[in-house]
Structures are given as structure tokens and as C-alpha cells.
T-cell receptor, first 111, second 110 residues
Framework: DGGITQSPKYLFRKEGQNVTLSCEQNLNHDAMYWYRQDPGQGLRLIYYSQIVNDFQKGDIAEGYSVSREKKESFPLTVTSAQKNPTAFYLC??????????FGDGTRLSIL | GQNIDQPTEMTATEGAIVQINCTYQTSGFNGLFWYQQHAGEAPTFLSYNVLDGLEEKGRFSSFLSRSKGYSYLLLKELQMKDSASYLCAVNSGGYNKLIFGAGTRLAVHP
């Protein structure tokens, strides 16, 4: 089945720790995106990538980093510089001007 | 700036019709999307409007007026499972970047 797989479903971060959220897609989409969603709010764009080995900052990139070494993979690292990381993180992929397809999300909390 | 406005909450009765409005002010426009999101789950795609007018898809319809910066999602024959948040998102141009509204939480009552 084609789709987007995010892992883990739940993640806990200790003070000063970097954590990496995985996102894999087998839809052969060129573009991939990372969003953050806080309770009662819409999605905010963290980073996006239109092609392998290239990515751009979204609206709230501070404290996050990404890589795009393979077309199907777009991992997100939440660094210790992100002081308020507790949120629901969603990965998406799409073709140009087509609907974005979302993974099931990762819920990140602070220990 | 870029802004998308939707009502925060709406309630409706099972079997009824509900209209969820969305107004937007963005620097560019390449289309408007509606997504449904159940609590704790990922958004799922409902509709896409790029030209003015009404797009119908089963019980769901979406309307767009680009000159007014306005869209609505119309849900007919409401079912309990339609209780969810509905997100309006604008493709503001270039790289399929979406700007999302905060979402409208719809509660359907028997």
C-alpha cells in the first residue's frame, strides 16, 4: 500500500537532548513537508523539501533541522535549542499543486 | 501579512446541513484546500478549489470566490462521524506551500 509512515507514534525528550522523528513515503512524491500542530491551532510549516538534497525553512524553523538524502525519506531533528517542543508533528508529501498526504503523526512530550 | 480566518466552533444536528466559512488574505493564491481532522489523527483531504465556483463530491461541497477571498465547505446529511475539525488551507504560491487556518471544530448532535 502506498502511503506515508511516521515513527515513533509517541516520543519523549529529556532536557538538552536532540530527538529525531522519522518520515518515509512510497508515493514517489517529490515534495515533503514537516508541520507542527499545537492544541486548538492549525498546522504551522517547519521545513519543506522539493527535491533530494534541497530543503527550505518554513515559518517556524528555529530549533529544528532536516535532511533529504533520499527521495522517500525526510527526517526531522528537534534540537535542544527548541525550548517548547511539546506538540503533534505531522509529515506530508505531495506533487506540485496536488493535495498533500499526511502521515499519522508523532506526539512529542517533555520528560 | 497572511491570514486565514475560520469560526472556532460550530454545532449541528444529525441529518442537517452545515456551512463552514473561510476567509483569506494571502500574498499569492494557487488554490484552496479543505481537510478533515479527527481528534489525535492526521488531516485527510476533502476538496480542492482553484477556480471560482462550486465543487461537489458526494455529501461534501466546496465553494470559492477569489475576488472576495472567501470559501465555504458545505456538509449535507450530517452524520455523527462528521464530528471533527475542518481545516482551510491556501496554497500561497510556489512549492505548494500551504497556509492553514486554525480549524473549525464541528460537533454533530443526535
Amino acid at each position: 500500500d502506498g502511503g506515508i509512515t511516521q515513527s515513533p507514534k509517541y516520543l519523549f525528550r529529556k532536557e538538552g537532548q536532540n530527538v529525531t522523528l522519522s518520515c518515509e513515503q512510497n508515493l514517489n512524491h517529490d515534495a515533503m513537508y514537516w508541520y507542527r500542530q499545537d492544541p486548538g491551532q492549525g498546522l504551522r510549516l517547519i521545513y519543506y523539501s522539493q527535491i533530494v538534497n534541497d530543503f527550505q525553512k518554513g515559518d517556524i524553523a528555529e530549533g529544528y533541522s532536516v535532511s533529504r538524502e533520499k527521495k522517500e525519506s525526510f527526517p526531522l531533528t528537534v534540537t535542544s535549542a527548541q525550548k517548547n517542543p511539546t506538540a503533534f508533528y505531522l509529515c506530508a508529501s505531495a506533487e506540485v499543486n496536488q493535495p498533500q498526504h499526511f502521515g499519522d503523526g508523532t506526539r512529542l512530550s517533555i520528560l | 501579512g497572511q491570514n486565514i480566518d475560520q469560526p472556532t466552533e460550530m454545532t449541528a444536528t444529525e441529518g442537517a446541513i452545515v456551512q463552514i466559512n473561510c476567509t483569506y488574505q494571502t500574498s499569492g493564491f494557487n488554490g484552496l484546500f479543505w481537510y478533515q481532522q479527527h481528534a489525535g489523527e492526521a488531516p485527510t483531504f476533502l476538496s480542492y478549489n482553484v477556480l471560482d465556483g462550486l465543487e461537489e463530491k458526494g455529501r461534501f461541497s466546496s465553494f470559492l470566490s477569489r475576488s472576495k477571498g472567501y470559501s465555504y465547505l458545505l456538509l449535507k446529511e450530517l452524520q455523527m462521524k462528521d464530528s471533527a475539525s475542518y481545516l482551510c488551507a491556501v496554497n500561497s504560491g510556489g512549492y505548494n506551500k500551504l497556509i492553514f487556518g486554525a480549524g473549525t471544530r464541528l460537533a454533530v448532535h443526535p
